[in-house]
T-cell receptor, first 115, second 112 residues
Framework: DADVTQTPRNRITKTGKRIMLECSQTKGHDRMYWYRQDPGLGLRLIYYSFDVKDINKGEISDGYSVSRQAQAKFSLSLESAIPNQTALYFC??????????????FGPGTRLTVL | TQLLEQSPQFLSIQEGENLTVYCNSSSVFSSLQWYRQEPGEGPVLLVTVVTGGEVKKLKRLTFQFGDARKDSSLHITAAQTGDTGLYLCAGDVSSNTGKLIFGQGTTLQVKP
């Protein structure tokens, strides 16, 4: 079974709809992240959470919100989807490594299309 | 805004050729990571470089971190079709914040 799962894998929705993307992990990691990927722009950080009570905005948080329901679950919501939120969304997890740089483990991605 | 510029953005070569991908910034990074991503999957970590001037080898892949810790390169020797994919560099701005800055990515196509 995959360590980091994302649901749904694909979603087509209309402008103005509320959308929730879910992420679950079985790696036991304390840190979780949401990124979006657009062609030619790499991965950009939307939100990150270092534990259940710690939620932080990334570089492109406008139009998004998150909920860390448990250590293993981190969901991303688009309250009112707009077409420029069409992208590939990735969830990632990492364990806090005091001695160095965290290795981030990515889910398979959710392809979201907003019409 | 801290940026990581990757070049080239797209590379198409024949099997057996060598190639180098560059990752440059005006910012200093405490470490730099290289990830590889295949279609329909998330990125997977290849290597982390931490020390300025560090060179790491992973089979036919050689990774180098610049002396000033502002740039890095990935060199692939004798590319194979299995090397096809998107290569991403990512920098850790300050030690172990968990926040990474990603480059735009280099799409590599290796033709048989």
């Amino acid at each position: 079974d995959a360590d980091v799962t994302q649901t749904p894998r694909n979603r087509i929705t209309k402008t103005g709809k509320r959308i929730m993307l879910e992420c679950s992990q079985t790696k036991g990691h304390d840190r979780m992240y949401w990124y979006r990927q657009d062609p030619g722009l790499g991965l950009r950080l939307i939100y990150y959470s270092f534990d259940v009570k710690d939620i932080n905005k990334g570089e492109i948080s406008d139009g998004y919100s998150v909920s860390r329901q448990a250590q293993a679950k981190f969901s991303l919501s688009l309250e009112s989807a707009i077409p420029n939120q069409t992208a590939l969304y990735f969830c990632a997890t990492s364990a806090h490594d005091r001695g160095g740089t965290d290795t981030q483990y990515f889910g398979p991605g959710t392809r979201l299309t907003v019409l | 805004t801290q940026l990581l510029e990757q070049s080239p953005q797209f590379l198409s070569i024949q099997e057996g050729e060598n190639l180098t991908v560059y990752c440059n910034s005006s910012s200093v990074f405490s470490s730099l990571q290289w990830y590889r991503q295949e279609p329909g999957e998330g990125p997977v970590l290849l290597v982390t470089v931490v020390t300025g001037g560090e060179v790491k080898k992973l089979k036919r892949l050689t990774f180098q971190f610049g002396d000033a810790r502002k740039d890095s390169s990935l060199h692939i020797t004798a590319a194979q079709t299995g090397d096809t994919g998107l290569y991403l560099c990512a920098g850790d701005v300050s030690s172990n914040t968990g926040k990474l800055i990603f480059g735009q990515g280099t799409t590599l196509q290796v033709k048989p």
